[in-house]
């Protein structure tokens, strides 16, 4: 008879709009546990409030414990700066990492130490596909050989806000929709690394960070934020438009972010997995 697949223990980097959507949706599986949550303010109120009502069982620490049994996967979601602060000493101690923040590797240092931390860690670090689909088809695309790629991201102006757009247009006046930058996926990230993880994963998926073509918009004449991709190559064209959510509590993230968090969890504890 077969063994039941054990529990798999989860440290969760990160209890803003992200981390907490996640723990509302893996909350009622028996198969995943979250047995620490890792934050700068682990004291937080909105922290004990979130693992009182999400994940009673888990731990509010501001890092991993060295000396204390590693947990079967980290999963960041807490933007760029978490990639230095706790991924790559995961990776180092050979604890698989999936990683929300793509937008902190076009920083090619900083994705070749990640590289080689999981490379000396004998670990594993995995970008999720995040606010869009059809990554795993250009993923595969670009085995067949891909002539051409270009991201194209439309946000409400709020969505803008805080960003270096509000230094050269009046985002609140905008009448309808302003082009805010056209260049690589890697300066796209680069200006806007709060906006364009998205950008970045396209890029690491297909033709890279400089080779695949970036244009952002401040529209305001859309309500959720509009992602398309359009690909050629060997493999035939690609046209994907989504236009999705923002998250109520941070319109800068998509909801469908949370939720591709959510099903790469999720599915290690499915018998069959998409």
């Keep these: 008879m077969a063994r039941p697949k054990p529990m798999l223990d989860i440290a969760l980097v990160g209890c803003g709009a ?29 922290v004990r409030d979130a693992l009182a009502r999400l994940a009673p069982q888990a731990r509010s620490l501001r890092a991993l414990a060295p000396d204390a049994p590693a947990p079967d996967l980290l999963v960041e979601c807490a933007g ?30 900083m994705l070749e130490r990640v590289e080689a931390a999981a490379r000396r860690g004998g670990a594993q670090a995995r970008l999720l596909s995040g606010a869009v689909g ?6 595969a695309a670009r085995l067949g050989g891909l002539e051409h790629v270009r991201y194209t991201g439309r946000k409400p102006p709020r969505a803008w806000q805080g960003t270096a757009a509000e230094q050269d247009w009046d985002l609140s006046a905008l009448q309808q929709a302003q082009l805010i930058f056209s260049g690589s996926a890697r300066e796209a990230a680069r ?61 800068k993230t998509s909801a469908l972010t949370v939720y591709s968090v959510a099903r790469a969890l999720l599915n290690h504890a499915q018998a069959i997995a998409i």
């Design 80 to 109: 760029h700066a978490a990639i230095e602060q706790h991924v790559l000493p995961a990776l180092e101690r050979g604890i698989d990492c999936l990683i929300v923040s793509a937008g902190a590797l076009t920083d090619t240092v």
């Design 191 to 251: 200006r806007f690394p709060k906006n364009a993880n998205v950008a970045a994963t396209v890029a690491l998926a297909s033709l890279g960070l400089d080779r695949v073509q970036v244009q952002l918009y401040a529209d305001p004449a859309i309500s959720g934020n509009l992602h398309r991709i359009d690909a050629r190559g060997g493999f035939g064209e690609l046209s994907l438009s989504l236009q999705g959510r923002p998250l109520a509590s941070n319109p």
């Design 134 to 139: 059809a990554i795993d088809a250009l993923a």
């Design 18 to 46: 992200i981390g907490a959507g996640v723990l509302e949706l893996i909350a009622a599986d028996p198969a995943l546990r979250v047995g620490q949550v890792l934050t700068h303010a682990p004291d937080a109120p909105r």
